[in-house]
């Protein structure tokens, strides 16, 4: 094979990469033997060897300086090459297990991430729900608040109440808006779909009640006969309309002529002017007995004292004085007249026989009416306890006008206006003693010995009566 020809070929191998069958065929072919100084174009390993070696720097020297100068024509490519190959790439080998496992995991994380974030629109929603009330019951509940209360507490009840679902979220908003305080006490009507504001609103205000009732007053009526009432129509408690009778309350200007006097069971009796009055229904009392109606109670006994107040005419005050009269001592002697007498007409005689009494003290120091002695067995006597029986004691004397000089230490009903004008306008006559029959026939008398034949009389009349 000629030198061209081996050319051509090895330069066909090198162009095509990919034919192993060539490959393998150049490789049976053998080089022509050449002599010990003849090379194709690589130097013998040896003299490389030597030339290269590190300790014999001019070799080295030498073999750079013979491969400049040695032309390249002389040492023709080598007739069997070492051909490139293209590096194949290994396939990598997948592990399903694991890949499988990853795919778990991510599916795994992707679901929590989804209830988590499930979860977290739920209790949004929830809060949102709670704090509008929205799509929630609208059950009604009657939520009471005492005054021992705090907010939390609160707040707890009406969750165990079922207004409120969330009370931590609650609690967190009324501190937020500032709302911690101005709750009252008392019965209040709340709804399960109120707002949070909107409950909180009505804690903090007077609950409305629109029904009311006409109740009354009889002009006989003591304090606490009138605060009966009112509890039965349901306007107010007794004991709590109590406390708008027992002390002054330095409200009004009839306060100003009641003097102090630490024998009065009651300051205020005679002032609750008989008439009929229309207040609201308090229906919470008859399901909470122990509700607190101090405001209905206060609100009752204004309206009652200012109508008082109204009933009191300057030419009524200008008789007192002719008369050297206070209005308290006017009050107290109408109250008298009041469960004394039982019309116009034998009011203003029975004011008479007060009247001629009280000018004539020296002779007749007491009044001697026997109308006190139900105001005491009635009103005085319940209030008597183990503690203040001494106390007591004083204050029934002092309302006996068959022990004390003069009026009463107080008034013992509350008179109307007829038994006030009777106390102003006494009829005129010269009578000390008068006795009334159970028919309510009234027999006067100057004297005490013909009051003596007069009570007699009635005694008679009246034996006679129970008889038929």
């Known amino acids: 094979m000629d030198e061209n020809q081996f050319e051509n070929e090895n330069n066909e191998m090198i162009g095509e990469d990919e034919d192993l069958g060539k490959t393998q065929e150049m490789n049976s072919i053998q080089l022509p033997k050449l002599s010990d100084t003849e090379h194709h174009g690589i130097m013998p390993r040896d003299e490389f060897t030597d030339l290269n070696a590190a300790d014999d720097l001019s070799k080295t020297l030498l073999m750079d300086s013979m491969s400049a100068e040695m ?125 949070y504001n909107d409950v909180l609103y009505a804690l903090k205000h007077e609950k409305q009640y629109l029904k009311t009732v006409d109740v009354t007053i009889p002009e006989d009526m003591s304090a606490a006969e009138i605060g009966e009432l009112l509890e039965k129509n349901l306007v ?11 002390n002054k309350l330095n409200k009004y200007d009839f306060e100003e002529g009641i003097a102090a006097n630490p024998n009065r069971l009651n300051m205020l009796e005679g002032y609750i002017f008989p ?26 006994a204004d309206t009652m004292f200012k109508h008082f107040e109204e009933q009191i005419t300057r030419s009524m005050r200008s008789r007192m004085d002719e008369l050297g009269l206070t209005l308290d001592e006017t009050i107290i002697l109408a109250s008298l007249i009041q469960w004394e007498g039982t019309n116009e007409e034998n009011m203003s005689m029975v004011s008479s026989v007060f009247h001629n009494r009280l000018n004539d003290s020296e002779t007749y120091p007491q009044l001697q009416s026997d109308t006190t002695y139900t105001y005491i067995d009635e009103v ?24 004390c000089e003069g009026l009463p230490a107080g008034a013992i009903c509350n ?50 009566e129970n008889e038929e």
């Open 71 to 195: 032309p390249q024509d002389e040492y023709p490519p080598a007739s069997n090459p070492v051909r490139k190959r293209k590096k194949k790439h290994k396939k990598k080998r997948i592990n399903h297990t694991r890949t499988m496992g990853q795919i778990f995991l991510g599916v795994l994380l992707s679901a929590a991430a989804l209830v988590l974030g499930i979860m977290a629109a739920v209790k949004v929603i929830g809060a949102m729900r709670d704090i509008t009330g929205l799509s929630k019951h609208g059950r009604q509940i009657d939520f009471e608040i005492t005054a021992s209360m705090g907010v939390d507490e609160i707040v707890d009840r009406l969750h165990d109440a079922g207004i409120v679902e969330m009370p931590s979220l609650m609690k967190t908003y009324i501190k937020l808006t500032k709302q911690d305080t101005g709750f009252l006490n008392g019965i209040f009507t709340l709804s399960a779909n109120m707002s």
């Open 236 to 246: 107010c408690r007794a004991v709590d309309f109590e406390t708008c009778y027992k």
């Open 275 to 300: 008439d009929t009055y229309n207040f609201y229904v308090i229906d919470d009392m008859e399901k909470y007995p122990n509700l607190d109606t101090k405001k209905y109670a206060e609100s009752a």
């Open 380 to 403: 005085i006597k319940p209030k008597i306890t183990s503690s203040n029986s001494a106390k007591m004691q004083e204050i029934m004397d002092a309302y006996d006008t068959y022990k």
């Open 415 to 464: 008179p109307g206006l007829e038994a006030i004008n009777a106390a102003l306008y006494p009829a005129d006559t010269d009578y000390y003693y008068f006795v009334a029959s159970n028919d309510g026939k009234f027999f006067y008398a100057r004297t005490a010995d013909e009051h003596d034949e007069n009570v007699e009389y009635v005694k008679q009349l009246d034996m006679v």
